[in-house]
Nanobody, 124 residues
Framework: QVQLVESGGGLVQAGGSLRLSCAAS????????MGWFRQDPGKEREFVAA????????HYSDSVKGRFTISRDNAKNTVYLQMNNLKPEDTAVYYC?????????????????WGQGTQVTVSS
């Protein structure tokens, strides 16, 4: 089992940048596929990005591709989401998630472990 704690959210103007971090505790962090999701009130949780165990493979939603970068440091048990050129529509609570699998997935319900979320607000 793994416990996840996100940090780095905040208020930023459109066009600005933020870097989210997700610190994991527990065993075998390097065996987990890690994902970032976001959710606005009243909307379904949305896939943002995911990264393979060793970081060699990543996947992004079309809405963030080219602006966001997911990375991980297995020595620090941490996954990051660098968000550049932020837009007001990126405003949401951002969640870190983990799953043990050989398959990378965009479906939130296939991730059993979640952090508490961190708020990102982008003003226009």
């Amino acid at each position: 089992q793994v416990q996840l704690v996100e940090s780095g959210g905040g208020l930023v103007q459109a066009g600005g940048s933020l870097r989210l971090s997700c610190a994991a505790s527990g065993r075998s962090f390097d065996t987990y596929i890690m994902g970032w999701f976001r959710q606005d009130p009243g909307k379904e949780r949305e896939f943002v990005a995911a990264i393979w165990w060793g970081g060699s493979s990543t996947h992004y939603s079309d809405s963030v591709k080219g602006r966001f970068t997911i990375s991980r440091d297995n020595a620090k048990n941490t996954v990051y989401l660098q968000m550049n050129n932020l837009k007001p529509e990126d405003t949401a609570v951002y969640y870190c998630a983990a799953r043990t699998s050989v398959r990378l997935t965009m479906n939130w319900y296939e991730y059993p472990y979640w952090g508490q979320g961190t708020q990102v607000t982008v003003s226009s």
